[in-house]
Nanobody, 116 residues
Framework: QVQLVESGGGLVQPGGSLRLSCAASGIAFNQYTMGWYREVPGEQRELVAQKTISDTPSSMWGRFTISRDNAKNTVDLQMNNLKPEDTAVYYC?????????????WGQGTQVTVSS
C-alpha cells in the first residue's frame, strides 16, 4: 500500500518560513520523481517544485527549495519569505520516472496559511 504522509504545515506570518516533509512508503522511492503541488479552492492544482531521480530540482519560485533523501524515503520543501498568496493546501506527489501516468500517487495534503 502506497502512502505519502505530509507534515509541517500551519499558520505563519508573512515573511516567515516553513518546512514541509513527506514520508513515502510502499514505493521504490529512488524510481520516482518527487514533487510538491499546491491547491487553492476554485483553482487548479499547481506544481511548486519537484526533484527527479537524477536529483535534478526544479522550483517555480526561488523562495522554495526541494530536497530528497533516498535513504529515508523523504522529500522536503523549504519555504522562505512566505507571502499571503502562498496560502494553500500543499500536496506531496510521487510520479514514476518511466510510467508517470500509471504510477502517480498523492498525499492527503497539509494546510499552509500565511497571515498576520
Amino acid at each position: 500500500q502506497v502512502q505519502l504522509v505530509e507534515s509541517g504545515g500551519g499558520l505563519v506570518q508573512p515573511g516567515g518560513s516553513l518546512r514541509l516533509s513527506c514520508a513515502a512508503s510502499g514505493i521504490a522511492f529512488n524510481q520516482y520523481t518527487m514533487g510538491w503541488y499546491r491547491e487553492v479552492p476554485g483553482e487548479q492544482r499547481e506544481l511548486v517544485a519537484q526533484k527527479t531521480i537524477s536529483d535534478t530540482p526544479s522550483s517555480m519560485w526561488g523562495r522554495f527549495t526541494i530536497s530528497r533523501d533516498n535513504a529515508k524515503n523523504t522529500v522536503d520543501l523549504q519555504m522562505n519569505n512566505l507571502k499571503p498568496e502562498d496560502t494553500a493546501v500543499y500536496y506531496c506527489n510521487a510520479k514514476h520516472s518511466l510510467w508517470p501516468t500509471r504510477y502517480n500517487f498523492w498525499g492527503q495534503g497539509t494546510q499552509v496559511t500565511v497571515s498576520s
